[in-house]
């Protein structure tokens, strides 16, 4: 039996852990021809890692280090690449992935111990390399609030990007760093169509509050951003000139994207649910998918899954590069200044060295 589309979450169900022996399944009640799935509840649970900060070894995502500290997410977008990771803590890649989080509370006392390693140079650090570190539950714990107060203190830099306005609480932040050329911020934007939003990413912000949010950090002088990403083709690819010239409009001075590659047990989830949100087109999203990606929905090969091959692929590249240049978005190149940065254990041994 088919069930309804779930709003409020992006994933439609749990699908099996590739990691755990066991299985989930969804069974028809005896009895009942019909019957309604409900949605589940938010839950966090409390954990303690022994890290935090960890070493990128992909070369074409943009960053060396990143930063997480939530696992899961509950913005619950459906392509996102990080749902394959639940399923290392004994979770489904699906609705467990945005209803289970787990949160790192010792996240800033592993930071700053991080930053006073005699080994760290200051790096420049991404946050939310994995998971947004604005989501929800960062209301409650302020635990990227915290982060930013340390690297601050140390002189830091700092890579943000995010989803939700939440970021706004920490401007002050922000600016202070700014100053120093310590922090870059990117907001993720792929579509302007407020339906298409509220099923991809039910519990995001909504496009014109994430271009309000550029415009408040833009007016302010800190430095600021868009991923138009993923581009999803057959979907959101068309919206490419209007969300740029909007972020554009709003302040951001730079741009990229990537194209949505299905990894994992993502495809699934993914192909349920655009079977769900979108039927009348779905074969249409999917093939084109599979188009950017010779003939697969997802591509491993470094330099070519990001950005996808092809000439439907090639015609997204050229589109996102002539609309770039219509707005002048990527005209300069950000550096962060590292001359800030100060390992303060260095410091305080140096007081005693006496020699």
């Known amino acids: ?20 022996k ?3 399944s969804q069974e ?23 890290t935090i900060v960890n070493k990128v070894s992909s070369p074409d995502v943009g960053m060396e280090y990143s ?39 010792n996240a800033p006392k592993l930071f700053r111990d991080f930053l006073c390693k005699k080994s760290w140079d200051g790096t420049p650090i991404s946050l939310s390399g994995n998971t947004d570190c604005y989501q929800p539950l960062e209301r409650k714990f302020k ?3 915290s982060i930013l107060k340390i690297a601050l203190e140390h002189g830091q830099p700092i890579g943000l990007i995010t989803k939700n306005s939440l970021i706004l609480r920490d401007i002050d932040i922000l600016a202070e760093m700014a100053k120093k050329n310590l922090c870059v911020v990117f907001l993720s934007i792929n579509s302007l169509t407020k339906e298409t939003r509220s099923k991809m990413e039910p519990r995001t912000a909504t496009a014109q509050q994430r271009l309000k949010v550029i415009e408040a950090l833009a007016s302010i002088g800190i430095p600021v951003g868009i991923m138009c990403a993923p581009i999803i083709p057959g979907l959101t690819d068309h919206e490419i000139p209007k969300v740029l010239k909007a972020a554009a409009d709003a302040g951001a001075r730079w741009a990229g994207y990537t194209i949505v590659r299905l990894n994992g047990e993502i495809s699934k989830i993914f192909e349920e649910w655009l ?6 087109r779905a074969n249409k999203i999917w093939h084109s998918i599979q ?8 591509d491993s090969e470094f330099g070519n899954r990001m950005k996808g091959t092809g000439q439907l692929a090639e015609i997204i590249r050229d589109n996102f590069r002539l609309h770039c240049n219509k707005n002048n978005l990527n005209n300069s ?17 140096n007081l005693f060295d006496f020699q």
């Open 28 to 50: 028809h009640i005896e009895g009942i021809d019909d019957w309604e799935q409900e949605v589940p509840n938010t839950q966090f649970t409390i954990i303690h890692p022994k």
């Open 67 to 105: 930063a997480n500290p939530y696992q899961g997410c509950e913005h619950g977008c459906i392509y996102c690449y990080a749902r394959n990771s639940h399923q290392y803590w004994g979770y489904s890649a699906g609705l467990d992935f945005e209803s289970k989080i787990l949160v790192k509370s």
């Open 333 to 349: 190149m950000f550096e962060y200044d590292l001359s800030h940065f100060k390992n303060q254990r260095n410091t305080q041994l």
């Open 22 to 24: 066991l299985s989930y």
């Open 291 to 298: 188009a950017c990606h010779n003939g697969k929905v997802n």
């Open 275 to 280: 079977w769900k949100a979108y039927p009348d």
């Open 1 to 20: 039996m088919e069930h309804e589309f779930i709003y409020g979450r992006g994933a439609q169900k749990n699908i099996h852990n590739v990691f755990s």
């Open 143 to 145: 635990l990227t609030q």
